[in-house]
């Protein structure tokens, strides 16, 4: 007997949502525009942007400045208090524009000549909202550049380590544009839901693992004064939304009613519970050093260069750096911690029956989680937004505005925030093509038997080593001295190693990944 | 799985396949075969396993296709309300009184009378977490009981940030949300049988529920009648972390040590129940 089964569907016209043709037309057409270009002057239009971008932020911060000073101020101290007091109470339009005006005439400099454009560009910025929606804005645009260029930077770095090219063809130069294509190939996809899913939680879980993400840059500071919620417990919080997205990916596995899912689901519950405590330990040492749980006043205490970063404070701190970063690749699911989605075990683990952009969520969370991750580190033990040289060095600089600019540029500024952040992200990628993935069981051993008492031990040391340093014995300030700048001369040795290992890399590559990868390699 | 017990040829099989692939009436009857084959290739793919999968837009987007488009607007509406859940959350009155702008240029030190925004968002966290809080009561199945009780407890950290109460907030987060949702999570997982876990308490058990129930409502309502509330005019200025900490090793050590202790017991407990078996 025959059994007749049709395994295939009819064929059905593509049903698009009506956003997602404008929103792929959008994106083809800047393609198409920016391709030629970009295929040509691939190196300036890399540095124009980055230059770009630190003016345009650069720009704000000496915009909120000015009108702080010379018109909030100065509304303030004007003759009539009536006036400084409207602005704050709801249900007013604030200074009107050409009152800021005046004030700008009156502040004199070279905005004066243009105090009556000024005035009405310059108003909305004196209302919070105005400054809140900016900020936002530009958070959440950083928030989607992160994901899109690790993504293709990944792929081209994974190419690299296994002796092939990576992306090449999209947009020209290097496939720079490959992830764009992916989006918009994932916009266009169809969304499936499995029968059996639990289908409320199977569609809401993508936001549950994507919204935690987002809302970590809140409190994340990338500079002094960069920062979108100056919150006085940043550090808990950022750690407590990040424990959310992890019932994100919990949830997914579980609504897909998929045992693959499942399993990368308990795997995932079985991580957290495990990497958790040892990756608060690790991140309270540097709290215990400065006393504070605000990413801003640690990120300050660091400001004396190389020397001052609270991972050469003493060797407690400096054991606990590498003990968070190993509790935060299980925390952003990075190799070898990969066992949530496992691909060669498990298809794909939490997210097998997800597709389109409800998959992409997931990896928009992943990768902002790992600049997240990678920002806690370098704020809580690299010095943040400090650069290598002493900010005191600076103290005789003039104070004018190139001067000033210079300085964030060489001693404290968000791109070094960034840069150090860039790092580690490929720091994490990697480690993800370079080391095999683990069991979970030696995942539990190495978080809770290893990991977990190591960083109890340091905690303690660290807290000793602090209330030993808060008594005034020369004695004890000498051997806290040499042990910083050893461990500094340490930290300075590897920092060293890591371009003369890459440079060697780059020198013998005909050797390491053969002709291939040669002849399209930049530089060869 | 559909039979056709009459066919028993390869080449049928493969006529109607081919058919299948072409997948329309009147190109069947262009093949020469009748409308009896078309039904049967009709309800082989009806009953086929394949359908399981089906497009998850296709319902709907005949009956309503404007709803279609709003499928890519969730994500932009679901971010857009956390974040403005979570930023004008502190600023109820601890950010705002560090905002430059507010205290230091009106000489005014107090909150800033942000009254309308903020009674809207008390209400909308205030409604999230009583209708949450009854949807871990209502609902049958243990996972969506569990996420009814996140998110009750995210909203409740929600309620904090507002109070300015920030480390209360973050650390309801992170211990509740976070850490106890997924421990719970974790356990229903290992423990049921099947993908649906359905809570069904003996009537019994429901009588002695209501009545603890009831005795703890009796409770708090006279709590809060009984309370003299104070105004905002009295309420400290935010709380500062180091305050919180300091307090909890001079004034209140002893409490905190109990209840340290009392954690400390409950994890030796757990510990030796679970090795009794071997």
Redesign the interface.
Known sequence: ????????????PV?Y????RP?VGVAVFIYRMAAPFVRRFPGPILIGAVVGVCLIVWLHALTYAYV?ARI??A??VSADPAA??SW???GTWGLPPSTVAALIESAGGPAAAWSSILGYLLWPLQF?LTR?LLG?GGL?GLFNLIPIYTIWWERKVAGRIQSRLGPMRVGGWHGWSQSVADGIKL?LK???????A?RI?FR?A??FA??PA??AF?ALPFGAAYV??????AL??I??????E??GI??AG??S?NKWS?YG??RE??Q??SY?IPMGMALLIPVVSV???SLSVIGEAQSEGWFSWLVFSNPFTFVAFVAYFIASLASCKRAPFDLPEAESELVAGFHTEYSG?RWA?FFFAEYAVMFIVGGLASILFLGGWNSPFPASWGASWSDGILMQGLKGLVFNGPIWFVAKCVFFLYVQIWLRWTLPRIRIDQVLYACVQVLLPLTMLLLLGNTLWVWASMSDSPAWAGVDRIVTYGLGLIGLAFALMFPAIAAYGFYFRRRLVGNLVQDAMPGS | MPYANDVNNDLFLNRMIFNAMANSTHRTRAEGLGLRDAALIRCAQTFDHSRRLKPAAQGRAKIFPALDCLRWLNPVVGLVCLAVLVVWGPGASSVAAADTLASDVAGVTQAVPGGVLEALLFYLVAGTTVISSLGVCIAKNIVRMAVWLFVALGSVALLYLLLAANFLGAIQLLVYSGGTLVLLIFGIMLTSKSPWVRFEPHRLELLGAAVICGALLVGLCAALTGTTWHGMEEVMPGTSVAALGRRLLTVYLVPFEVAGVLLMIVMVGAAHLARQEK
């Open positions: 007997m025959t059994q007749i089964s049709v395994p295939w569907q009819p064929t059905q049903r949502g009506l956003l997602s929103i702080d909030l101020g509304a303030s400084a007091i704050t109470s709801p919070s809140d936002l959440f916009i169809e969304d499936l839901i499995p029968d059996g639990d939680l809401a993508p936001y994507l919204v987002g809302l809140l979108f919620r100056e919150l006085d417990v808990v919080f750690l407590g939304v990040l424990g959310i992890v019932v919990i949830m579980w609504a009613n499942v689901a308990m519950a079985c957290m519970v958790e006393g504070s749980l952009l969520f």
